[in-house]
């Protein structure tokens, strides 16, 4: 299971979103290209989008696409991640992690 199968399936949130991509079918996260291919299929500005990720490859990903980062500390510190929200596990309710960062 993907963590994304595993994030959606877990936080039961699956039926809110229009799209879902994952790495394979793209280059690395580091590359910008899954995060705005995934903005043109919403028809949504990158600055409008948020990324969720636990790795500083899909942190720099998300910079490159001009989009906001939430971090999970699952396997980096909080204090490493430069995002614009850091939670420190999957626990953490959605609706908080949007509350906090808007």
């Given amino acids: 299971m993907s963590n ?27 590359a910008p290209d899954i995060f705005l291919k995934a903005a043109e299929q919403l ?6 989008c948020i990324v969720i990720d636990n790795s500083h490859i899909g942190l720099e990903g998300a910079k490159r696409a ?4 939430i ?5 980096n510190s909080a204090d490493a991640m430069n995002a614009d929200l850091v939670i420190p596990n ?11 960062l808007f």
């Fill in 4 to 30: 994304l199968q595993f994030i959606v399936d877990l936080f039961q949130i699956r039926g809110n979103f229009d799209t879902l991509l994952t790495g394979p079918d793209y280059p690395s996260k580091l």
């Fill in 43 to 48: 028809e949504a500005m990158p600055k409008n």
């Fill in 66 to 69: 001009a989009m906001h980062f």
């Fill in 71 to 75: 971090a999970i500390a699952n396997t």
């Fill in 90 to 100: 999957f626990s953490c309710s959605p609706a908080k992690a949007m509350e906090i």
